[in-house]
């Protein structure tokens, strides 16, 4: 049973960077998309990113592109997401999640197209 765990939120300031990192166990992740979502108080849960299994795609909200980048390191089964100039529109719950997938290519911006999902970190842009 795949489980993955999220860390590295936190509180920052507008401008400033976090990176965040998504860790599996139960399983290594090098045959699963791992997409980054993100939930602000009051609102629905909206795809920010996504890489697929062996990171040969990669997809970003128009919200994020420039800013943030996904990375994966399937030996240390961890996928990362890097944010850069943030703002306070970034705050929110932010949660990894992951999906088998036998295509190498496979990403998705849609929350229902992953299976497996971390418990979320926070991240605070405030000055």
């Known amino acids: 049973q795949l489980q993955l765990v999220e860390s590295g939120g936190g509180l920052v300031q507008p401008g400033g960077s976090l990176r965040l990192s998504c860790a599996a166990s139960g399983s290594t992740l090098a045959s699963y998309g791992v997409g980054w979502f993100r939930q602000a108080p009051g609102k629905e849960r909206e795809g920010l990113s996504c890489i697929s299994s062996l990171g040969r795609s990669t997809w970003y909200a128009d919200s994020v592109k420039g800013r943030f980048s996904v990375s994966r390191d399937n030996a240390k089964t961890t996928v990362y997401l890097q944010m850069d100039n943030l703002s306070p529109g970034d705050t929110g719950t932010y949660y990894c999640?992951?999906?088998?997938?036998?295509?190498?290519?496979?990403?998705?911006?849609?929350?229902?197209?992953?299976?497996?999902w971390g418990q979320g970190t926070q991240v605070t842009v405030s000055s």
């Open positions: 999640a992951a999906r088998r997938t036998f295509t190498s290519t496979w990403c998705s911006s849609a929350a229902t197209s992953f299976h497996s």
